[in-house]
């Protein structure tokens, strides 16, 4: 199973970022599928989750200002990011847990490689 992330990138502050993750390999289902974030220096920290229901979950820091979404039939998981301050400049991680594969019996957790997010003032 890959997850691949794009859509970061270098924006002002007051901008907006779309970061989208496709998971490919041989997956059944997914359960919730999620975006962390790693600054310098910090220990990485949940930005949003969405489960296959359509449940969010937000830490408070970006609660009114990202929304995420999902497509349940590709498998692919957004972060809508609007009103960016400094303060979220991170690498970003995506993550899909619960994840039930077509192959073997179990259910696992994968991460992202990562993208970077800069937010200037």
């Known amino acids: 199973v890959q997850l691949v992330e794009s859509g970061g990138g270098l924006v002002q502050a007051g901008g907006s970022l779309r970061l989208s993750c496709a998971a490919s390999g041989s997956i059944s289902t997914i359960n919730a599928m999620g975006w962390y974030r790693q600054a310098p220096g910090k220990q990485r920290e949940l930005v949003a989750t969405?489960?296959?229901?359509?449940?969010?979950n937000y830490v408070n820091s970006v609660k009114g200002r990202f929304t995420i979404s999902r497509d349940n039939a590709k498998n692919t998981v957004y972060l809508q990011m609007n009103s960016l301050k400094p303060e979220d400049t991170a690498v970003y991680y995506c993550?899909?847990?619960?994840?039930?594969?077509?192959?073997?019996?179990?259910?696992?957790?994968?991460w992202g490689q990562g993208t970077q997010v800069t937010v200037s003032s």
């Open positions: 969405i489960t296959s229901g359509g449940s969010t």
């Open positions: 993550n899909a847990d619960g994840v039930v594969l077509t192959t073997i019996h179990g259910e696992y957790n994968y």
